[in-house]
């Protein structure tokens, strides 16, 4: 195998290294990317075997381990946060549970947002806490909280920004510094904005957590995640996967690195609509608030400005009800809808539609909704890459 990518990779801009970055030929010189379906390497000889097994010699053992189609993908989206070392795995959710289980030990105590994906607070909340580890949650926008909330064994703090659905925009710089104060470690799930809109690292995190089923595939296909971050901190992720096996698929990460090549015009395109879309619902008397971190109306407007590119593909909207029933005038919107699908995933070409009240955060008590914000008129759009025009129609049936 001849490893194609440049050696001053670091310097090619985002688009470039998300088409080359990574990339490596076989003795065949295919000019696409290929996929190794293969759950174990063959060795030349007996101290072959034994030099790779001790660590001695590099090279692909057995698929939990390394794959070299999971490998390209690792090095291109490393290349593409500027991080030293990515471990890819099977889904975002076993990324974060690798990255806990590689950084952390009983005893220890985690900070994290209280705006965090419902399956992270569960993961945190009732799988963590059995093992010794315990997550106390802080504003994602009140930086003294977390401050506030650190303890002597405080090893890890846990953000996510833009936060859904509310797009609650955290400091990552201001964070990172609390962090960095008292020892801790800032993990990032950069999930609704990828590399292309905002990179943690370059802000003082630690680590960056990918759901790549997300806006890395782009078209709702596949589930991956990703860790990434320092060699000294990937070295226990990487021990972790590679024993309890969360690995991600060949066929997996050859559907993300085809993603990943088209991920800087899709969400230039997933912002420019989203935008549009905000816009209009400004517009719209049956709306009561929009949220959006690119509309200068959103409050924390100038830190999104500064810390992301644009405001990304995720847009909230309070639907307007004269008779107090929020819930009645959003499922209104959302059961008028034709082109938009009625589903909870995002980051897809195809428009999204939920209630988060009812699907997403339906599990938590209606005062924890409420002390969250989020309303019985609450509506999610993940906006995908139709004409906006069509999407703006298929909303304005319901809000008429
Ligand atoms: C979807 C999602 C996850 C979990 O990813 P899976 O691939 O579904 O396991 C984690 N964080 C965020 C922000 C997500 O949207």
Redesign the pocket.
Known sequence: MTNQSDQAASAYQPETLAVHAGTVRSQFGEHSEAMFLTSSFVFENAAQAAARFIGEQPGNIYARFTNPTVTMFEERLAAMEGAEQCVATA????A?LACVMGLLKAGDHIVASRSI?G??INLFNNIIKKFGVETTFVSATDVAEWKAAVRPNTKLFFL?TPS?PLTEISDITAIAAVAKQCGALLAV?N??CTPILQQPFTLGADIVIH?A??YIDGQGRV???AVLGRKKNMEGVYQFLRTAGPTMSAFNAWIFLKGLETLKIRMDAHSANALALAHWLETQPNVQRVFYPGLPSHPQHQLAMKQQKTGGGIVSFEVASSRGNGKAAAWRVIDNTRLLSITAN?GDTKTTITHPASTTHARITPEARAAAGITDGLIRIAVGLEAVVDIQNDLARGLA
């Open positions: 889904s975002g959710m076993s974060i994906f399956a992270t996510e859904n799930d999930c609704f759901s089923t997300k589930l991956g995640g995002l």
